[in-house]
């Protein structure tokens, strides 16, 4: 049954608002690594600069900052997470592409993606079961 993309991902966000889970993707997964975003006071940040959106997140215990964050982007722009774990999970993106990242025990683990088609799109950890962000991507 051919989906085209941006149906599937239509479908996916739908099934993730209903079910709240997060299904394996065969989509594009490609961790992107560069100098790391020094650690805040506060378990998470964001921060918008003209280029990239930087946000931050931590898991720490089993407790998961932020969740469900509203977040407004821009088609194509660049977006930054620095990540603080002390457990593995999986980060996963419902974008056009999709992005998932894998995420390690350490400190500062630098993701980065951009999103090229507008509308709504869930960032969610999918061995926590948390959306940790809503991205409100416009063209």
């Known amino acids: 049954m051919g989906l085209s993309p941006v149906r ?3 479908i996916g966000c739908a099934t993730v608002a ?4 997060c299904g394996s993707s065969s989509g594009g997964t490609s961790p992107t690594t560069a100098e ?3 650690s805040t006071d506060s378990a998470a940040s964001v921060s918008a600069e003209p280029d990239t959106l930087r ?3 931590s898991i720490d215990g089993g407790t998961v900052e932020p969740t469900n964050q509203r977040l407004d982007a821009s088609v194509g722009q660049t977006i930054s997470m620095s990540i603080t774990s002390d ?4 980060l996963h ?4 592409p999709e992005h998932t990242f894998e ?3 350490g400190k500062d683990q630098l993701f980065t993606f951009t999103v090229d088609v507008p509308g709504q799109v869930d960032i969610e950890l999918h061995h926590s079961d948390r959306t940790v ?3 409100v991507v416009r063209p």
Do not use: K, N, R, W
């Open 8 to 10: 599937a991902a239509i």
């Open 18 to 21: 209903l079910v709240a889970g």
């Open 36 to 38: 790391p975003v020094p």
């Open 55 to 57: 946000m931050s997140l």
């Open 87 to 90: 457990v593995t999970d999986e």
């Open 93 to 96: 993106v419902h974008s056009v």
């Open 103 to 105: 995420i390690e025990p």
């Open 133 to 135: 962000a809503t991205l």
